[in-house]
């Protein structure tokens, strides 16, 4: 994994790339070593086919509505593409409880209920925080003492920092970002617009 600032200095902005057009877009492609930051950290869960022939990253908060919006669309987007494989990078931009929330969310993959987690707290009605956050782990089934001990482990609070460093030295404006190949989108998105991003990821990187 590089430094955070030698990942600032791999590669322009991610958001500035998907404002290019596509045939220019190899002319900055992605430096391998950053690729492997944003697809291949071994601490970032996966959803999909962790085996597919394309990744897609999301950079994403609990406390992001329109995040929130997005997650049928993601489980659309994963269920019709056997191919794909999605990196999830937790960057909690919006204060204490999504922090808390991130946390939950990665110690619970220490119990192997990560999707459950991932999905009860996007779907949640109100504001992730620490009371609600608890009510949806023991809703799926996790064990609080063990959960909470889990959520102050290194490994949690590195997988964190590092989401976060490569966020801002991409110079990513918020959440929810999506980026595949050397494209990146942000904000709401339609399924259509994903399956678009996906098929222009796959020809980039085939080219």
Aim: hydrophobic residues 45%; aromatic residues 4%.
């Amino acid at each position: 994994m590089p430094t955070r600032r030698h990942a600032l200095a791999l590669i322009a902005a991610a958001s500035g790339a998907a404002a290019l057009p596509a045939a220019a877009q190899r002319a900055n492609a992605m430096p391998e070593e950053l690729r492997k930051a944003l697809e291949r950290d071994p601490g970032a869960p996966v959803l999909g086919n962790p085996d597919g022939d394309i990744t897609l990253t999301e950079f994403f908060d609990y406390n992001c509505p329109f995040c929130r919006k997005m997650l049928l669309t993601m489980q659309k987007l994963i269920g019709a593409d056997p191919k794909l494989r999605v990196v999830l990078h937790e960057w909690p931009v919006f204060g204490e409880g999504s922090e808390f929330a991130a946390r939950a969310a990665l110690a619970s993959l220490q119990q192997g209920k990560y999707w459950q987690m991932h999905s009860g707290l996007l779907s949640m009605s109100g504001r992730a925080e620490q009371a609600s956050v608890l009510r949806v782990a023991r809703k799926v089934g996790l064990d609080i003492p063990r959960l909470e001990k889990d959520m102050q482990g290194e490994a949690v609070s590195a997988q964190i920092d590092r989401s976060i460093e490569l966020a801002d030295h991409m110079g990513l404006v918020g959440t929810p970002t999506l980026i595949c190949g050397d494209e990146a989108v942000f904000g709401e998105n339609s399924l259509a617009d994903l399956q678009a991003l996906v098929a222009r990821g796959r020809k980039t990187l085939a080219s």
